[in-house]
């Protein structure tokens, strides 16, 4: 999942994103509130944390931005402003949470686990066969064996099977797990599939993830997968 952050203050910008990363998510940070309305008009993010006080627009300017969207991603307001008419505002012009600072990051990744499971349509457990990951707990399992996996590796397999049976691409894949740009030079896609493969594929007859040649990867069911288009049958 891919986090926004919009926070002047560098030190505190730096803080959230390395916790963010740490718990598995793309972060992106930006220090302004013009920087933060062009990349929500650019990039589809599931969350946004946005501070208030930002030096050239106002963050409740930002958040009427942001809510003139069609997609709409959940905001979570990490503010210095803690009056409650100040709460009272954030929340009516559209926040989904307001966090004042000084804050604990522990507090902050709850209310942000929280959000993100109420903007998303799928459940809090997925499953493909017998392949079931737990959203929450952060777990895998197939046939009932537990499957260690880094980080990545989890949000990798959590993105695939959300979106089962979808061909995904080296570039969607990594703007959505890594906070960077595709350049098409880079093998890290094909890396993790291969770790991903070795952990959930390799020690079982079914196979879970296909290539799709000249596109990228798909996780699917063995029932319903067909990764090359059929020969042509003449009668």
Known sequence: MRVLVVEDEKRIADFLSRGLQSAGY??????TGNDAIERVHSTEYDLVVLD????????????GKIRNRKVIPPVLILSARD?????????????????VKPFAFVELLARAR??????????????????????????VTRSNEIIELAPKEFSILEYMMRNRGRPLSRTMIVEHVWDMDYDGLTNIV????????????DKFPVKMIHTV????YMLDAPETVQTTEPENVLA
Not at 83 to 99: H, I, N, P, T
């Open 83 to 99: 009056s409650v008419d100040d709460r009272v505002k954030g929340l009516e012009q559209g926040a989904d949470d307001y966090l």
């Open 114 to 139: 929280v959000l993100l499971r109420r903007g998303q349509p799928t459940p809090e457990r997925l499953q493909v066969g017998d392949l079931s990951l737990d959203c929450i707990r952060r777990k």
């Open 26 to 31: 793309a972060v992106d940070v930006v220090h």
């Open 52 to 63: 208030l006080g930002l030096p050239d627009v106002d963050g409740l300017q930002v958040l």
């Open 213 to 216: 040649r000249g596109i990228g």
């Open 190 to 201: 094909d890396v993790y599939i291969r770790h991903l493969r070795s952990k959930i594929d």
